[in-house]
């Protein structure tokens, strides 16, 4: 048992004018969480309980760490709980002990061995862990040593069982014909349907539902949109064009795509590729699941629907063009696909991954870089070694295609929080809960000449914000290395640079955190929020 009689000198409650020495009382920080999969434990809750057990042993709680609505899984994004053993390991904690309603509430690690590192962590540095709703004492024995193991055991099979469960859930709703998050796509639309199939409204771009009950479905688009959708289909299978010819001339035409942009080589392949055009719900395609990292899925793990919507495209129309592009496609050898790289370095003096995908009757980039590990690599191989400029124009079309992707991510899982969403589809400012609003900006990796990496943050000044989230792109800038989220406060009109270690780093920050937004909403104004 903790020998809470014991104390620490560090621990010790300070005396007030005039007291004389008391008997030691150990002083203690509860440490709480609110994960989005237990709404129902509220931290104040853990904190009444907390509480409870603090009283009955004289101990008197003097801080409090506060992860609200923050998955357990892992340890990015708890900021409270990192900022709690920061300050246990470098010895400015005026507390002794560490209270928690219980092991869940520590971490759902699917690793049990990180759970027991981070309580080993406060331990090594001289703090106490206790849990304060469990049935046993945190003393260290082998039996409060085997119970824990099970207990953390347990909670990572519940997360794991959770996910399981949901995903099933949502494979239900796919086979019912209903649609599970994403944009609708050019000549699509997504329809509301209550809990009796009725259609309730037309969702606009960034709209998405508010009851639980209601259900979104594909629908054909603007008349104008699907005959733009069959003449493209018209024209590759009939004049036999390729898509960069399609997409030439609908820019000629000046016809733009549903996100208000020119058409390219990609974007007329999606169209012609993708079985919503024929009425099916395929989902499941890749894998995020557990916070581990995001796969594809081959086409024996899609979970599909045959049927579920109006198709705008004949199926007989789809099969041909996908037996066109997968005879197209056919698996080439290594020496073919390095010579039709040389035959492109060679046209156009330069090569990248733009210029590869936007190439008739070539392999994709990505092929490239799956075949020979990396497109840099496989540039070595036909004698082109890209220069700065190359790599940057490659790197912002990316991050223009990563920027819109991360908007619809941020929407999409507000949404699945219980927020509402506005987004102007000028500015792409979001408005949520009608209450603030929120800019999504992305600021690029660029490499010093002493290798060091830094970051600048440009702020949409104009939009004026009340929150900011800044990605922070990796050394490869191919995908998202940390969060800010900054108040509106911390706004300039001169970009904020970044160095590899900043004092405001939310690391490993993602997405179930942007229920603090709602928090925030509904707890305190804007203006009083300070920065992590």
């Given at each position: 048992?903790i ?11 300070p005396?007030?004018?005039g ?40 101990i ?15 340890i ?40 027991a ?10 703090m ?59 000549g ?25 009950t ?29 898509e ?83 005879a ?44 020979f ?23 912002n ?37 009608g ?8 600021a690029?990796?660029?490499?010093t ?10 702020f949409?000044t ?6 900011t ?28 640079g ?17 229920n ?17």
């Amino acid at each position: 048992m903790i020998s809470w009689e014991a104390g620490v000198a560090r621990g010790k409650a300070p005396l007030s004018e005039g007291e004389t020495e008391p008997s030691a009382q150990l002083l203690a920080a509860e440490y709480v969480r609110m994960s989005t999969e237990h709404q129902q434990y509220s931290t104040q809750n853990q904190a009444q309980t907390i509480r409870e057990y603090a009283e009955r042993r004289g101990i008197r709680i003097v801080k409090t760490y506060s992860d609200d609505a923050k998955s357990g899984l892992i340890i990015g994004g708890r900021m409270a709980l990192q900022q709690m053993i920061a300050d246990v390991e470098s010895g400015v904690a005026d507390f002794s002990v560490i209270l928690v309603y219980d092991v869940t509430r520590w971490g759902r690690f699917q690793d049990t061995d990180e759970s027991a590192y981070y309580e080993y962590r406060c331990r090594k540095a001289g703090m106490q862990v206790a849990y304060c709703a469990e049935q046993f004492e945190n003393d260290g024995s082998p039996t409060s040593t085997i119970v824990k193991s099970v207990k953390r055991a347990m909670a990572g099979e519940y997360s794991r069982e959770l996910s399981v469960k949901v995903f099933a859930g949502q494979c239900r709703l796919i086979e019912l014909g209903y649609r599970q998050g994403g944009p609708a796509g050019f000549g699509l639309r997504r329809a509301l349907l209550n809990e009796r199939g009725e259609v309730k409204t037309e969702l606009k771009r960034g709209e998405h539902k508010s009851l639980q009950t209601d259900r979104v479905v594909l629908v054909p688009g603007p008349d104008d949109e699907v005959r733009t959708v069959r003449w493209i289909y018209s024209q590759f299978l009939k004049k036999g064009l390729s898509e960069t010819e399609i997409a030439t001339e609908l820019n000629a035409r000046g016809i733009l795509t549903d996100l208000g942009r020119a058409w390219t080589r990609a974007t007329v392949h999606q169209i012609l590729t993708n079985e919503k055009y024929i009425g099916n719900n395929v989902y499941n395609r890749r894998s995020f699941k557990l916070k581990r990292k995001r796969v594809a899925n081959g086409p024996e793990m899609w979970i599909r629907s045959d049927g579920a919507f109006d198709a705008i495209v004949e199926p007989k129309q789809f099969q041909k063009a996908q037996a066109i592009i997968a005879a197209r496609n056919r698996r080439f050898s290594d020496e073919v696909m390095l010579e039709r790289l040389a035959r492109l370095f060679q046209r156009h003096g330069y090569i990248s991954g733009l210029v590869i995908d936007e190439a008739d009757g070539m392999p994709s980039s990505g092929a490239y870089a799956h075949r020979f590990g990396s497109l840099l690599r496989a540039y070595s191989l036909v004698g082109f070694t890209p220069d700065r400029d190359y790599r940057y124009i490659e790197a912002n079309r990316l991050l223009r295609q990563f920027h819109g992707d991360e908007i619809e991510r941020v929407i999409h899982e507000i949404t699945l929080l219980g927020g509402a969403v506005i987004r102007n589809p000028a500015t792409d400012l979001l408005t949520i809960n009608g209450e603030f609003t929120a800019s999504v900006v992305v600021a690029r990796c660029r490499e010093t000449s002493s290798g060091g990496l830094r970051w600048k943050i440009r702020f949409d000044t104009g939009l004026a914000p009340d929150i900011t989230i800044a990605i922070r792109m990796n050394r490869t800038n191919t995908d998202a290395l940390d969060y800010y989220l900054l108040p509106q406060f911390e706004m300039r009109s001169k970009p904020l640079g970044l160095a590899e270690e900043n004092g405001l780093m939310l690391d490993a920050f993602r997405f179930e955190t942007l229920n603090f937004f709602f928090d925030m909403a509904r707890r305190v104004s804007v203006s009083e929020v300070t920065p992590w």
